[in-house]
C-alpha cells in the first residue's frame, strides 16, 4: 500500500497524476454541466416568454368577443340587415293556438323513399 504513495513516474508520484487527471475531468464536467444547465434555463425564459403574449393574446380576444357579443350590437345588425325585431304580443301564441297557427303555414316537402309510406 505504501506503494502507491511513493511511486514515481518521471519525477511526479502517481497519487498526484491521479489526482491531477480526477480534478482536470470534473472541472470539465461541472462547465459542461454548467453550459448545458444555461441553455435550458435560456429556453425556459424563452417558453415563459410566449406563455405571457399568448396569455395577452387570449386577454385581447375575450375583450373582442365581448364587444362582439353585446346584445344592443347584436340588435342593431339583425334590424339592419336581417329586417328582425323583437317579436310583438300578437305574434306570441298558447300551446293551445299552435295547431291552428301550424295550419296556416305552408307544409314542407317531403322526400319520398321508395319502400317508405309517409302519412
Avoid: C, W
Avoid at 375575450?62 to 357579443?69: K, P, W, Y
Avoid at 350590437?73 to 334590424?79: A, D, G, H, I
Avoid at 306570441?92 to 307544409?107: C, N
Wanted: hydrophobic share 45%; glycine share 6%; charged share 25%.
Amino acid at each position: 500500500m505504501t506503494n502507491i504513495f511513493t511511486h514515481r513516474i518521471r519525477g511526479f508520484r502517481t497519487l498526484n497524476i491521479v489526482f491531477g487527471v480526477t480534478l482536470l475531468v470534473l472541472a470539465v464536467g461541472v462547465n459542461l454541466a454548467k453550459t448545458l444547465a444555461g441553455r435550458e434555463r435560456n429556453e425556459i425564459g424563452q417558453v415563459e416568454s410566449d406563455m405571457s403574449k399568448e396569455r395577452q393574446r387570449i386577454r385581447v380576444l375575450e375583450a373582442e368577443v365581448a364587444h362582439l357579443e353585446q346584445p344592443e350590437r347584436l340588435e342593431r345588425l339583425s334590424r339592419a340587415y336581417l329586417a328582425m325585431a323583437p317579436v310583438q304580443a300578437r305574434q306570441e301564441a298558447t300551446i293551445e293556438a299552435l295547431p291552428e297557427v301550424a295550419g296556416h303555414l305552408p307544409r314542407a316537402q317531403t322526400i319520398s323513399t321508395p319502400g317508405v309510406v309517409v302519412p
